[in-house]
């Protein structure tokens, strides 16, 4: 039995048409998504077998492709969910007050996220986060899948930059791509995952 699964998408792949379309989310989902959730459970398995050969002489690089794949799984599965047909505007209560608290003002957060994203070098993410130790949002560019982050963090928000979310429709224009991505945005979940951050912190 595997330990990790691809989840199924709370939507139609043609959904989220005209920002995204249903050729590159049914690639960027079935295709590349699936690839990390196998590459995760792979490496599951391959850490198993050292352990039972009680040979660790490849561990450090069993550790790091399972920190890759697990991380990618885990933030395709937030992605989707942070996106819907139905979002876009802007978040209101606790969620938009603790925005205009920490970034100044909404305009101003939309503005560093989408700079995070946009300006990633080579592929990673940019996240809106919930860091806990100074009770605070964050945005976060994140290398690859796990590099550049704050240990403490929970991801809230995250807006994926690899070439593969995009560049079959956008091409090398990411801040077209990123823009559109605001017109998405399922603000009720990010508001959930904010309210179980904080309360987890507490």
Same mark, same amino acid.
């Given at each position: 039995?595997?330990?990790?699964?691809?989840?199924?998408?709370?939507?139609?792949?043609?959904?989220?048409?005209?920002?995204?379309?249903?050729?590159?989310?049914?690639?960027?989902?079935?295709?590349?998504?699936?690839?990390?959730?196998?590459?995760?459970?792979?490496?599951?398995?391959?850490?198993?077998?050292?352990?039972?050969?009680?040979?660790?002489?490849?561990?450090?690089?069993?550790?790091? $492709?399972?920190?890759?794949?697990?991380?990618?799984?885990?933030?395709?599965?937030?992605?989707?969910?942070?996106?819907?047909?139905?979002?876009?505007?802007?978040?209101?209560?606790?969620?938009?007050?603790?925005?205009?608290?920490?970034?100044?003002?909404?305009?101003?957060?939309?503005?560093?996220?989408?700079?995070? $994203?946009?300006?990633?070098?080579?592929?990673?993410?940019?996240?809106?986060?919930?860091?806990?130790?100074?009770?605070?949002?964050?945005?976060?560019?994140?290398?690859?899948?796990?590099?550049?982050?704050?240990?403490?963090?929970?991801?809230?928000?995250?807006?994926?930059?690899?070439?593969? &979310?995009?560049?079959?429709?956008?091409?090398?224009?990411?801040?077209?791509?990123?823009?559109?991505?605001?017109?998405?945005?399922?603000?009720?979940?990010?508001?959930?995952?904010?309210? &179980?951050?904080?309360?987890?912190?507490?």
């Amino acid at each position: 039995m595997s330990d990790y699964t691809l989840p199924d998408l709370p939507y139609d792949y043609a959904a989220l048409e005209p920002a995204i379309t249903g050729e590159i989310l049914e690639l960027h989902h079935a295709k590349h998504h699936a690839a990390y959730v196998k590459g995760a459970n792979d490496t599951l398995e391959r850490l198993a077998e050292a352990r039972d050969r009680r040979d660790f002489g490849g561990l450090v690089g069993l550790e790091k $492709t399972f920190a890759f794949n697990l991380s990618g799984h885990v933030l395709h599965s937030i992605f989707w969910q942070n996106l819907s047909p139905d979002g876009g505007d802007r978040p209101d209560g606790e969620l938009a007050a603790a925005i205009d608290e920490h970034f100044g003002s909404f305009e101003a957060f939309g503005e560093q996220l989408s700079a995070a $994203t946009s300006l990633v070098q080579g592929s990673g993410w940019g996240v809106l986060a919930w860091e806990p130790l100074a009770g605070r949002l964050v945005v976060e560019q994140v290398y690859d899948h796990h590099g550049n982050v704050g240990m403490n963090t929970t991801p809230l928000l995250v807006f994926d930059a690899w070439e593969h &979310a995009y560049y079959l429709q956008y091409r090398n224009v990411r801040p077209d791509y990123v823009q559109k991505l605001w017109s998405l945005v399922n603000w009720a979940d990010v508001t959930a995952r904010f309210d &179980a951050a904080r309360g987890a912190a507490s």
